[in-house]
């Protein structure tokens, strides 16, 4: 049993979790667009999300206590230098077009996590777009909105124009709501000087807050053309279950209820579309 705890918190800790996430919301943009399974880009955002997601997390522990690291934490990093390695693999299969919308998102993760701004720019020592109050939410919004419904349509050579700008718009939204539940969570481990929506409008606002983002992304399913009946449908689950894990999130939450259940919603979504 402790073992298998042990396997299920590296499973969360080493980002296979959340990678999983942002790689099921790629392979949904391909499904809603009657696109075919791109192995090579959804391969390269999934490997690319676990190495981005730890080198964010883990990068200013690296950096300030090599040498002692827990045993956890360098089997995280020997982990995370592999799946480097198999984005790196994948990119190389990837367009040259793509590899340079691909490093804008790269560069936002890299400035996300390492320190490059003048410290009278920010309110903390950090240094970096994640200490800039209450940036954190809609850089990270903006990300998967890109990478999860922009990337794999320019990859395809579909053509972008402001239709496919509601779908965009529509996973920011929920991005952006997936965050709250995590937000509410480290109200007791933030720093004040972060101002995120919790903090500057209160749980039960920022709770409000979240569910008429959700009515409006529905709101902005409905003047969407062509989609069939079951990604509607789908969308409209999904979307009341986020509003209930919203609803009944708070600042003393079980070990897992962000971290595995509401980080595993695009997950389902994925299961729930396959399934139907």
């Not at 190495?51 to 934490?73: E, I």
């Not at 529509?170 to 000087?193: A, C, G, M, W």
């Not at 509607?232 to 897992?256: D, E, T, W």
Request: some cysteine.
């Amino acid at each position: 049993m402790r073992f298998l705890k042990r396997i299920f918190n590296f499973y969360i800790n080493s980002s296979i979790h959340v990678a999983l996430a942002v790689y099921a919301m790629s392979w949904i943009t391909l499904m809603e667009y009657n696109l075919p399974y791109d192995e090579t880009v959804l391969y390269f955002i999934f490997y690319a999300s676990i190495t981005g997601y730890n080198f964010v997390k883990f990068f200013g522990l690296a950096k300030f206590h090599h040498r002692s690291l827990a045993y956890w934490l360098k089997f995280i990093q020997f982990f995370s230098f592999v799946c480097f390695l198999l984005m790196c693999f994948y990119a190389a299969r990837l367009e040259l077009k793509t590899l340079l919308y691909i490093a804008f998102f790269g560069a936002v993760t890299f400035l996300y996590a390492v320190p490059f701004l003048p410290r009278k720019m920010l309110f903390d020592k950090n240094q970096n777009l994640r200490s800039i109050s209450g940036i954190k939410v809609y850089v990270i919004a903006l990300v998967w909105a890109g990478v999860t419904v922009l990337l794999p349509l320019f990859n395809a050579d579909y053509p972008i124009g402001l239709e496919e700008l509601l779908p965009f718009l529509q996973r920011f939204i929920l991005v952006l709501v997936l965050i709250l539940p995590f937000e509410i969570r480290d109200l007791n481990y933030d720093s004040l000087k972060l101002s995120t929506i919790p903090q500057k409008i209160g749980v039960k606002r920022t709770k409000i807050f979240g569910g008429t983002l959700l009515l409006v992304m529905l709101g902005l399913e409905l003047i969407r053309h062509g989609q069939d009946i079951r990604f509607k449908l789908c969308l409209l689950l999904v979307s009341f279950v986020l509003g209930a894990f919203l609803y009944f999130a708070s600042k003393n939450q079980r070990p897992y209820y962000c971290s595995f259940w509401v980080e595993g919603i695009p997950i389902f979504w994925l299961l729930l579309l396959l399934v139907t």
